[in-house]
């Protein structure tokens, strides 16, 4: 290593022995190497975290003594005079001459916003992430933050080839016909060049940037020990729970792999719908830290060349995009989570692709089910029943206020539709604000909540850029029904059925048991006092008979309704006879 010598033949496999002398000095044989010196602290691999820490730390105090000095610089006019908050005025006129000059008379949130952007592409994106928190951080705040830029400069095309061949093991033109040095795009992580392959297809081939993975890595570790002091001083935006759910996510991001699993997933998820379409990849070109991809060659919704479409047209796109976020969100439960005009293409043929699928939201089966719920009742109008499946997926804090919280979403929900009886209703800018209620009353929602908002937001401003007067509520209603059908599907009831056999089966096994151990407690109730009510002690052998019957006669006829009229009869009769 470092060695600048060249050797015509390779060297032999073994060194003869050194010959030692009286003073034990080595003779080396063949050419004089160089060796690299080895060295032995163990503290060497800690030194970027150190440097970033301290780094870290003085935007910190940075970012807290700013605070202080825009808090004094909001007073009122007259408590600027005199004695008037002496001390506090003082403290920030000292604190004043020690900030940027540049930051000194900046509001707090431009100050944050700009302090993010010193830090680098980790905290641009953490900001990004704090941006959509609507639900928990002011408005002031994550309007500043929605500014925040994830261009940065290029890095060069020699660069970007050195990588291709490392990762793949090759010469650049040993994979790739032609690739164009020109990116399409450079963001913090990535950047991307237009390639083609020499089977003739066109591609998009994304790389990370050198030394990218090893800064944010080293971030993450900082933040999330960052994360626990920010707990204690400020609990009420939940610090620790927006950088933990920023890790997770960029943790992903950084590796190339996670958005080529998320492209086939989302592949798979609409292949019965050929107007919905996500880029193929070509594994074979894809490591870590490079993805290849196939090219879209189409229309952004906000290139002014779409409106050559006609009307017909558009309304076409427009009822496709409608359909592929809603049932992302709401039929899979797996989802863009970076949704925004630019990652959606029209393609010549008018379909709809969609881009840039290293970030995903996912809902497991609970939260998927009562967002199901809960959107069909609020495109009806149905407001109790919106306001108790919005309180299903929520997570009470210390001090929580479930039934306050209900009672206010359902007034906002009444408002809501006075006031929209006339106009368009904003369904993303409802569940937002739902979501702020909840902050009130210390109940929280995930984080999957708020992205699945953006991607509301972006369904409707797209739909009313192509088609100013969309209706946003019928268009969903239209939509979110058939997912709704589909969900009491008979067929999609057996699947779940045949998904639950084993526990069914287990139930069978044990039905004896459980009939013996409820004759039991039945009896030792009956000798310690009389029931008041002669059925009360066979509550729990009714049921488990009830459940036994609906399963046999289910398997047997292969019925799924049947399953359900049976639970249903046999909750009637305990709810009736019981105590």
């Known amino acids: 290593m470092g060695d600048t010598e060249t050797h015509t033949t390779p060297p032999p496999a073994t060194e003869p022995a050194a010959a030692s002398g009286a003073a034990g000095r080595r003779v080396p044989s063949g050419p004089r190497r160089k060796y690299q010196k080895i060295s032995f602290n163990p503290f060497a691999q800690y030194r970027g975290v150190v440097r970033r820490f301290v780094l870290l730390y003085k935007h910190a105090i940075g970012l807290f003594a700013g605070a202080f000095v825009a808090s004094v610089n909001q007073l009122p006019a007259y408590q600027k005079k005199g004695l008037h908050k002496g001390f506090r005025r003082a403290t920030a ?11 000194r008379d900046l509001p707090f949130e431009v100050q944050l916003r700009s302090r993010l952007q010193m830090l680098g592409p980790t905290y641009v994106k953490l ?16 309007d500043e933050l929605k500014k925040l830029l994830d261009q940065l400069p290029e890095i060069p095309f020699e660069v970007v080839k050195a990588i291709l061949e490392d ?48 800064l944010i890595l080293q971030d993450l570790k900082l933040l999330q020990i ?50 919905i379409v996500f880029p193929r990849i070509y594994r074979e070109f894809t490591t870590r830290d490079v993805l290849c991809m196939e090219y879209f060659d189409g229309l952004k919704p906000t290139d002014p060349a779409i409106f050559d479409l006609p009307p017909e047209a558009l309304d076409q796109v427009v009822d496709i995009g409608a359909r592929a976020i809603i049932r992302m969100l709401y039929d899979h439960g797996f989802f863009h989570a970076d949704l925004h005009a630019g990652n959606i293409i029209v393609l010549p043929d008018l379909k709809i692709g969609f881009i840039d699928l290293g970030m995903v939201g996912r809902f497991e089966e609970r939260i998927k089910r009562n967002l199901l719920f809960y959107f069909n009742a609020l495109v009806h109008g149905d407001i109790e029943h919106s306001a108790k499946y919005i309180l299903a997926m929520a997570q009470p804090g210390k001090k929580g206020d479930p039934e306050g919280f209900r009672r206010a979403v359902s007034d906002l929900l009444r408002r809501y539709r006075v006031q929209n009886a006339h106009g368009d209703m904003s369904l993303a800018e409802l569940i937002l604000e739902s979501l702020k209620i909840g902050a009130q009353f210390n109940i929280f929602f995930p984080v999957e909540m708020t992205l699945m908002v953006k991607a509301l937001v972006t369904f409707e401003g797209v739909g009313r850029h192509l088609k100013p007067k969309l209706d946003v509520v019928e268009t969903s209603r239209k939509h979110v029904q058939k997912v709704y059908e589909q969900y009491y599907h008979p067929r999609f009831l057996t699947q779940q059925l045949i998904r639950n056999l084993p526990e069914l089966l287990d139930l069978l096994t044990q039905f004896p048991e459980l009939v013996s151990e409820s004759a039991r407690q039945w009896e030792r109730s009956l000798r310690q006092r009389p029931p008041e009510n002669p059925l009360v002690g066979i509550k729990s052998t009714m049921l488990a008979g009830s459940l036994i019957i609906a399963a046999v006669i289910t398997l047997v006829q292969g019925g799924p309704q049947l399953l359900w009229i049976l639970l249903f009869l046999a909750g009637g009769i305990l709810a009736l006879f019981g105590k």
Do not use: W
């Open 93 to 103: 006129a000292v604190l004043r001459k020690l900030l940027k000059k540049e930051l």
């Open 226 to 275: 960052l994360a626990g002091l920010l707990e204690k001083l400020i609990p009420r935006y939940q610090p620790q729970q927006i950088i933990n759910e920023f890790c997770n996510y960029t943790e992903k991001e950084i590796n190339l792999v996670y958005e080529a699993d998320h492209a086939e997933i989302f592949a798979a998820n609409f292949a019965d719908d050929p107007d």
């Open 167 to 214: 990762n793949l093991g090759g010469p650049v033109e040993e994979f790739f016909a032609e690739i164009d040095p020109r990116p399409l795009g450079s963001a913090s992580i990535g950047q991307t060049h237009r390639a083609q392959l020499h089977s003739g297809e066109t591609v998009v081939v994304k790389v990370i940037k050198p030394g990218i993975r090893e």
């Open 127 to 142: 900001g990004q992430v704090m941006a959509i928190r609507e639900d928990i951080l002011p408005p002031s705040i994550t």
